[in-house]
T-cell receptor, first 115, second 113 residues
Framework: DAGVIQSPRHEVTEMGQEVTLRCKPISGHNSLFWYRQTMMRGLELLIYFNNNVPIDDSGMPEDRFSAKMPNASFSTLKIQPSEPRDSAVYFC?????????????FGQGTRLTVV | QQQVKQSPQSLIVQKGGISIINCAYENTAFDYFPWYQQFPGKGPALLIAIRPDVSEKKEGRFTISFNKSAKQFSLHIMDSQPGDSATYFCAASINTGTYKYIFGTGTRLKVLA
C-alpha cells in the first residue's frame, strides 16, 4: 500500500482565494483525520470522520473551513476565502477501527502558504 | 480537559546520552498513549504506544514510563543517536467508537554527534 496520499504537497495562494486540499486514506481504513501543524500550536485536530461521516468538527477554526468525505477513499479540506494566518502544514491521517489497530498513519502533508 | 501538555519544547543531547520528554494530561478517560516521531518534511509516524494498565513499555532504545496516579507519561531514548534527531509528539486518545488523537505541542530533539 502506498500509504496516505495527500495533494498537493505545496500550495501557494493569494489571500481571498479558495484552496482545496486532498487526501486518499489507506485502503480499508475507516477513520480519517485532518490536522493542522504550526510552530506555535503544534498538531491541532481539525475534524475527523468515521465511516465517511463527520464525527467531530469542533477543531475547525471557523466557517471558512469545510471538509467532506464523499466516499471511503477520498476526502477534501477546503478553505474559502483563505487568509495569511491559514499558512501551515495540513496533515491527513487514517486508521482502522479500535478493535483491530489504533495507529494513525499520516500522509506527507500539504504545506500551504497564503500571501 | 482535552489537552496534553508536553515538555520541553526543545532538547539537545550528546550522542550516547539519554533523552527524556515528558507529558501530562487531565482527562482520566484517555486510554491510549502513543508517541509519534516526525522527521523534517515528513508526516508523524508511530514510534511506541502504551495503555494505562501497564507502567512501562520498552521497544529497543525507546521506553515509555507511565504514571497513572500522576497522570503523566514520558519517553526515554537510551543511547541517543544523531539519527534520532526529530520532533517527538506525545498523544492521548479515548475510544469513543473511533480514536480521536490529541497531540502535545511537540519536542524538537537534536542529538549532537
Amino acid at each position: 500500500d502506498a500509504g496516505v496520499i495527500q495533494s498537493p504537497r505545496h500550495e501557494v495562494t493569494e489571500m481571498g482565494q479558495e484552496v482545496t486540499l486532498r487526501c486518499k486514506p489507506i485502503s480499508g481504513h475507516n477513520s480519517l483525520f485532518w490536522y493542522r501543524q504550526t510552530m506555535m500550536r503544534g498538531l491541532e485536530l481539525l475534524i475527523y470522520f468515521n465511516n465517511n461521516v463527520p464525527i467531530d468538527d469542533s477543531g475547525m477554526p471557523e466557517d471558512r473551513f469545510s471538509a467532506k468525505m464523499p466516499n471511503a477513499s477520498f476526502s477534501t479540506l477546503k478553505i474559502q476565502p483563505s487568509e495569511p494566518r491559514d499558512s501551515a502544514v495540513y496533515f491527513c491521517a487514517s486508521s482502522l477501527t479500535p478493535q483491530t489497530n489504533t495507529e494513525a498513519f499520516f500522509g506527507q502533508g500539504t504545506r500551504l502558504t497564503v500571501v | 480537559q482535552q489537552q496534553v501538555k508536553q515538555s520541553p519544547q526543545s532538547l539537545i543531547v550528546q550522542k550516547g546520552g539519554i533523552s527524556i520528554i515528558n507529558c501530562a494530561y487531565e482527562n482520566t478517560a484517555f486510554d491510549y498513549f502513543p508517541w509519534y516521531q516526525q522527521f523534517p518534511g515528513k508526516g508523524p509516524a508511530l514510534l511506541i504506544a502504551i495503555r494505562p494498565d501497564v507502567s512501562e513499555k520498552k521497544e529497543g532504545r525507546f521506553t515509555i514510563s507511565f504514571n497513572k496516579s500522576a497522570k503523566q507519561f514520558s519517553l526515554h531514548i537510551m543511547d541517543s543517536q544523531p539519527g534520532d534527531s526529530a520532533t517527538y509528539f506525545c498523544a492521548a486518545s479515548i475510544n469513543t467508537g473511533t480514536y480521536k488523537y490529541i497531540f502535545g505541542t511537540g519536542t524538537r530533539l537534536k542529538v549532537l554527534a
